[in-house]
């Protein structure tokens, strides 16, 4: 008996190591956690389609949209570990897990659920106020809500997420109150502050250069490390004195525990594809710079951009929705 289990345990871990040096032999699903139309659809649809080139087998985007991408994310979390289901994520994966302490519920997921594959984008989000706004300038915005603190509104994509929690680390960094007006998602914002509903919106710069350009916004500040090129003539947040610093990034994710081969040649695909001249010009075409970084150089920008969206959840802490 003891001589057929060792056989049997030689014989499965045989199979073990086939399934994953014949890795892929089917179909791999991208789980894409948010409603379609958004920065994973924008990133993750021309990646896939370059990294099925490579995998030679079809890379299909699944959208399972919920609790601001929770849902979707948590799937992948506690999902197979077979490599055939791969998350493409937003920097709203590291808020859920310290939103939901908050509130005293139980995270769906933890970060150590995850292993990174690869950092694909990262966009800094830019302050924008409506053209016939009378805030020409940040200091004009700051001194006004220090005037009359709460008066000053901006949208947002929803209660803790990027758009909330990015607009108020710079609020904490300028020692000012604004009063958040939350919305279903970026789209509705933008279309907010357009309409003349709120007065202020943190956007992604693909979505605020268009109305830039055109007349209709004005950009004030950036939350970048260093000007954008697309906007060089904005300033950002740090070199005006204030520590605000904030990136909507993409990045492709697997279950901890997916094996190691798996896991390699994701990254091989995933590089491959990020750093096409293909990919590049997909991404040029909606204003959208690659940032490419693989497995470990991303694990070390996750963990310093997840400590920091911890440090300001905790000061925003517990938002009563309305």
């Known amino acids: 008996m003891k001589q057929l289990s060792l056989f049997l345990q030689i014989l499965l871990a045989s199979a073990a190591c086939f399934a994953q040096e014949g890795y892929p032999s089917k179909p791999i699903t991208m789980i894409n956690p948010f409603p379609p139309g958004g920065v994973v659809d924008i990133v993750g649809r021309p990646l896939a389609a370059i990294m099925e080139k490579n995998l030679r087998q079809p890379v299909v985007m699944v959208n399972k949209p919920g609790a601001g991408g929770a849902v979707g994310m948590a799937s992948v979390a506690k999902g197979p570990i077979d490599g055939y289901t791969i998350l493409m994520g937003l920097s709203s994966i590291s808020i859920f897990p310290v939103s939901d302490r908050i509130?005293?519920?139980?995270?769906?997921?933890?970060?150590?659920?995850?292993?990174?594959?690869?950092?694909?984008?990262?966009?800094?989000?830019?302050?924008?106020?409506?053209?016939?706004?009378?805030?020409?300038?940040?200091?004009?915005?700051?001194?006004?809500?220090?005037?009359?603190?709460?008066?000053?509104?901006?949208?947002?994509?929803?209660?803790?997420?990027?758009?909330?929690?990015?607009?108020?680390?710079?609020?904490?960094?300028?020692?000012?109150?604004?009063?958040?007006?939350?919305?279903?998602?970026?789209?509705?914002?933008?279309?907010?502050?357009?309409?003349?509903?709120?007065?202020?919106?943190?956007?992604?710069?693909?979505?605020?250069?268009?109305?830039?350009?055109?007349?209709?916004?004005?950009?004030?500040?950036?939350?970048?490390?260093?000007?954008?090129?697309?906007?060089?003539?904005?300033?950002?947040?740090?070199?005006?004195?204030?520590?605000?610093?904030?990136?909507?990034?993409?990045?492709?994710?697997?279950?901890?525990?997916?094996?190691?081969?798996?896991?390699?040649?994701?990254?091989?695909?995933?590089?491959?594809?990020?750093?096409?001249?293909?990919?590049k010009a997909a991404m040029e075409k909606v204003s959208t710079p690659v940032s490419y970084l693989d497995a470990p150089e991303f694990k070390k920008y996750w963990e310093r951009d997840a400590a920091r969206l911890k440090v300001a959840l905790e000061k925003i802490g517990k938002v009563e929705e309305k």
Do not use: C
């Open 103 to 279: 509130n005293g519920k139980t995270p769906s997921y933890e970060l150590s659920d995850f292993a990174p594959i690869a950092l694909v984008t990262a966009d800094p989000t830019v302050l924008v106020v409506r053209t016939d706004s009378p805030y020409h300038t940040l200091k004009d915005f700051v001194d006004a809500a220090k005037a009359d603190p709460g008066k000053i509104n901006y949208s947002s994509s929803g209660v803790y997420g990027t758009l909330h929690v990015s607009m108020e680390i710079f609020a904490n960094a300028a020692g000012i109150k604004l009063f958040h007006v939350p919305y279903q998602g970026g789209g509705p914002a933008v279309t907010a502050l357009l309409g003349g509903q709120v007065q202020a919106l943190a956007s992604g710069p693909a979505p605020a250069i268009g109305q830039i350009k055109g007349g209709k916004m004005r950009a004030l500040a950036s939350w970048s490390t260093e000007r954008l090129a697309l906007l060089p003539e904005i300033p950002t947040f740090k070199e005006l004195g204030y520590d605000a610093e904030f990136y909507i990034w993409s990045g492709v994710f697997v279950p901890a525990a997916t094996p190691p081969a798996i896991v390699s040649r994701l990254r091989a695909s995933v590089k491959e594809a990020a750093t096409s001249p293909e990919f």
